[in-house]
């Protein structure tokens, strides 16, 4: 018996139906089930741990722990730190990089990672050490907190080996407006992998950051392997208003027992920049001819090295007289101000008119040029003959007036 084939298309038609159907129902049965597991995390909620709650170091040595910060929530919140507990004879600080911190922005469902700093001072006795660290919310409705052990060994521990730290280029030198890159090698040579230390001591008000080559993060840490070797670069940024001289800074590397140890020098040559103008800003006057105009301009130096010799010439019409007082300035501070008075004498025959006279200063390794319109105005006397020419050609055609009305 042969089937009908309207019959047989139905059922075809019927079956994709049915399929998309399904399909569908499972799709969203799917996200029914992920927006019911998004719907079980809380509107708000943070927690903090230290990466290593119980840690051992030897007597004189620091210790830097990671203190991880977690957003549970469904926003972003702003978590700040305190130190609550702390035993006496303990120096601590929340910090990143080579900076301390107060708290940490941490977006929704997200975590991040700040380091909790401790260094027992000289006269520390062993022992066991407990911290405790308390983090709370911007508006103060969430507070969390977390402990960390340290415990203090009498005595440092020998190791087989040691690490070593080397540089190819430890003096750089160039002005205090760009950053100083060093180029640092690191071998492990304790017979064991670990973890690294990295620190700075820095001139005040510069910053100091650890980066990997060819990336631009900063890192605290490094972690080596048996008789691994590492490059590691330097960043230095100078503070801008430092004087040229030459700085140290130390730097090192350590865990445990073993450290090393580098002395970088940055030499800052200073830069040297002059700037030169009015106090009102206007770089136009007034005056007549064969006689001054007076004008005061000012000199600044705004670099970081002292200009010496600052000398002022002038570019003007022939038979003009251009005067500086003073004439010439020995040396000149950063940041420091000078005002010179400048006189301008317009030449006898100078037309009435504008004039462009170009005033140039001169320093040491820098100049800079100023260009003031001068307008030349008659004199006031030529002003009175000109009026009393005036007059009189008016009382002439008035007599002459009177003269043809009497005829």
């Known amino acids: 018996m042969r089937k009908n084939p309207a019959l047989r298309k139905a059922l075809f038609t019927l079956s994709v139906i049915l399929t998309l159907c399904l399909s569908t129902s499972f799709m969203s049965l799917g996200l029914a089930k992920e927006e019911k597991e998004e719907d079980k995390r809380p509107e708000r909620g943070i927690s903090i741990a230290f990466e290593y709650p119980e840690v051992i170091i030897n007597k004189g040595d620091d210790v830097t722990v990671d203190l991880i910060v977690k957003n549970m929530g469904k926003r972003d919140e702003n978590v700040y730190f305190t130190i609550s507990s702390a035993p006496p004879g303990w120096k601590t600080k929340i910090k990143t990089y080579s900076f301390s911190v107060m708290s ?119 972690r080596l392997k048996d008789n691994e070797s590492k490059s590691l670069n330097v960043e230095v940024t100078p503070d801008r208003f430092c004087k040229a001289g030459e700085y140290l800074i130390p730097v090192a590397i350590g865990a445990g027992a073993s450290k090393a140890e580098a002395e970088l020098k940055v030499i800052i040559t200073g830069t040297y920049k002059l700037e030169a103008g009015t106090p009102t800003g206007l770089l136009s006057l007034e005056a007549e001819k064969g006689k001054p105009g007076n004008i005061s301009i000012y000199v600044k130096n705004t670099g970081s090295a002292t200009i010496h010799n600052i000398e002022f010439l002038s570019i003007k019409p022939e038979n003009w007289k251009v005067e500086f007082e003073p004439e010439k300035i020995e040396a000149l501070d950063p940041g420091s101000l000078k005002q010179v008075e400048v006189s301008i004498v317009p030449a006898q025959e100078a037309l009435v008119g504008d004039y462009a006279v170009g005033l140039s200063i001169k320093g040491e390794k820098v100049s800079d040029d100023l260009e003031m319109r001068v307008t030349v105005k008659a004199s006031a006397a030529w002003g009175w003959i000109g009026i009393g020419i005036i007059v009189l050609v008016i009382l002439g055609l008035f007599g002459l007036f009177v003269s043809l009305g009497r005829r």
């Open 104 to 222: 940490v922005h941490v977006p929704e469902g997200d975590d991040k990672s700040v380091q909790f700093f401790a260094e027992p001072e000289k006269d520390t006795k062993p022992g066991a050490y407990k911290f405790k660290v308390d983090a709370k919310t911007e508006d103060g409705k969430l507070n969390v907190s977390h402990h960390l052990q340290v415990t203090l060994r009498k005595g440092k521990e020998t190791e087989k080996g040691n690490i070593e730290l080397t540089t190819s280029y430890p003096v750089l030198r160039g002005p205090n407006d760009k950053k100083f890159e060093f180029s640092l090698d690191i071998k492990n040579k304790t017979d064991k992998e670990n973890t690294f230390n990295l620190t700075s001591r820095e001139p005040k008000d510069w910053q100091i950051n650890f980066k990997p080559p060819y990336e631009d993060k900063y890192i605290s840490s490094l």
